[in-house]
Every structure is written in C-alpha cells, then in structure tokens.
C-alpha cells in the first residue's frame, strides 16, 4: 500500500560529491543574487528534468549536418552568391 503526502513544498535532504571550485563559484553567484544554494540545485534539476531528450537528439544531429556541409550548398551556390553585387539594387 502506498500512501501519498500531498504537501506542497514537502523537500528532501540530500548529499551528494561536487567539485569544490565549482561550489565555491555557486556560493559566490548565490550570494551575488541573494539566492539559496538549495534553490539554485532546484532550478537546475528543475531544468534538466524538463529538457525533452527527442529535441536533444534534433539538435545534435542539426549541429552534425551543418558542421559537415555548412548550409547544404553546392560549391557552385557559394561561387554564385560570392560573385553577387551586394550593392546591386
């Protein structure tokens, strides 16, 4: 049987290993903002959570297509536009 809490702001303690120059820079920016470490984490995890892995995915492989042939032009399309008068009206 599982009972559910339904409190709204119901947290949890948690512990875990980071890099300490990157705490130290966290601690920084908090206290810059006037933020909670706790709430920056949740922002963060908030974030994550919500990125949609299917649009990832879109992204990598649209980075990939481009950086392999930039703008999918064939080498007569860039001669074309390169000889164009940008002046012409």
């Known amino acids: 049987m599982t009972t559910k809490i339904k409190h709204k702001n119901k947290k949890v303690k948690i512990g875990t290993v980071i890099d300490s120059e ?9 206290v810059r903002d006037g ?3 706790s709430d920056i984490i949740q922002d963060a ?3 994550y959570n ?4 299917q649009d990832i995915k879109l992204r990598v492989e649209a980075a990939r297509r481009f950086c392999s042939r930039p703008f999918n ?3 007569a399309e ?5 000889d164009e008068d940008i002046y012409e009206v």
């Open 45 to 47: 995890l908030r974030n």
């Open 35 to 37: 933020r909670t470490i």
């Open 50 to 53: 919500e990125l949609d892995h």
């Open 73 to 75: 032009l064939s080498r």
């Open 78 to 82: 860039i001669e074309e536009i390169m």
């Open 22 to 30: 990157l705490l130290q820079k966290v601690k920084e920016r908090a």
